[in-house]
């Protein structure tokens, strides 16, 4: 009889402390551990359903279950809280925190004040340019303990081409082939240079232009890559994608590229380094233009492209017939001239030998 009322008594009083816990407010400026020699907890997340029955199973060991069901409520509690910043925004997963961060954003704003009013790196004097890749290569070293960019899903984005400079081993312009040398800028004036990262694991660039300065078109490169190491990946593209007169042909040979991307601040900067020593400056392209690059990129090969082009060279060998036949035969030489200047930019798609890859060779 006495120890039926001894058990009576244990299950009343744990039922009280249940009781006290469970109209207790939730907010509280510190959480406190648990005490043992008190059954009490300072800090409960949540009311205990526990029974009496199951009180009276736990017995004396109920305040180490309380103590526990606590532990891992405050765990899971702090497990999730730390992949939050500063203002309750979710942390970037991929990036680490760097120790000389005022000097990164320093020479971040430094880079893209710099690449400005130089049409992507083309127009800048020698002396600049070793400025800017000074400041490029310092950012580079200094972000070279930081979680590979490619980890982080803001990379997936539509960028556009700040700033290229050729590396000792490079023939031709890094960005934009053949479309962005002397000849082709003088034939082709360049409008912009863009490129997007999409999931699962694609690229696209994309050169836009006015031919003579009057007719808009555009020259596209659609690909996959793959990672070759942490920072790395090689990009297997497939035939150039040129739009003149709003019809869109195919034609040249595939190309690959290995890219690095030694430095990603999302939001703010991307920097890319090529196989040859290239070096890139990529900005996220403004939501105003956003929609149009995106649907410049996106045009899609037509058969019937070449049937307008085939007309349209007709109609055009016919006015040169009938300006020959007027002014003599200085037109039509100038004519001749001028269409194999056009065929030197646009031989191979523009691209450039040492990208291109051989006939046969599997995408």
């Known amino acids: 009889e006495r120890e039926r009322e001894r058990e009576r008594r244990e299950t009343r009083d744990a039922m009280l402390g249940v009781t006290t816990t469970t109209r207790s407010t939730f907010s509280t400026s510190a959480v406190s551990p648990c005490s043992s020699s008190s059954g ?6 949540r009311a205990s359903s526990t029974s009496s029955k199951d009180v009276k199973r736990l017995g004396g060991n109920h305040s180490r279950w309380r103590c526990a069901q606590s532990s891992i409520s405050i765990s899971s509690i702090s497990a999730s809280s730390s992949s939050f910043g500063r203002g309750g925004g979710k ?9 000389n961060e005022g000097e990164v954003n320093e020479l971040i704003e430094k880079i893209l004040e710099d690449v400005k009013g130089t049409n992507a ?8 340019r070793e400025v800017i890749d000074g400041n490029i290569n310092r950012l580079i070293e200094l972000s070279r303990k930081q979680t590979s960019g490619l980890e982080n899903q803001a990379i997936f984005n539509v960028y556009s081409v700040a700033y290229s400079s050729p590396g000792p081993l490079q023939k031709g312009a890094p960005a934009g082939g053949r479309f962005r040398g002397r000849l082709g800028q003088m034939l082709f004036r360049t409008t912009g240079l863009y490129q997007a990262i999409a999931r699962p694991n694609q690229v696209k660039n994309l050169v836009t232009f006015n031919c003579f300065g009057i007719v808009p078109g555009s020259v596209g490169l659609i690909g996959t890559f793959v990672k070759v190491s942490s920072k790395t990946v090689k990009v297997l593209f497939e035939r150039p994608r040129f739009t003149f007169l709003g019809m869109t042909f195919a034609f040249g040979p595939r190309s690959s590229v290995e890219l690095e991307t030694p430095a990603f601040y999302a939001q703010k900067i991307r920097i890319g380094r090529g196989s040859l020593g290239s070096l890139f400056v990529f900005s996220a392209v403004p939501s105003s233009r956003l929609e149009k690059v995106r649907e410049e990129m996106d045009r899609v090969p037509k058969k019937r492209a070449w049937l307008f082009l085939g007309l349209f060279f007709s109609i055009l060998g016919c006015f040169l017939y009938f300006l020959q036949r007027k002014f003599g035969s200085s037109v039509l030489l100038v004519s001749c001239a001028l269409a194999l200047l056009l065929g030197s930019v646009l031989r191979g798609g523009g691209i450039e030998d040492e990208y291109a890859e051989p006939e046969g060779a599997s995408n």
């Open 121 to 128: 790196g083309a127009t800048v004097q020698v002396a600049k």
């Open 91 to 99: 942390r970037n997963v991929g990036v680490s925190v760097l120790q």
């Open 40 to 45: 009490r907890l300072a800090f409960r997340p």
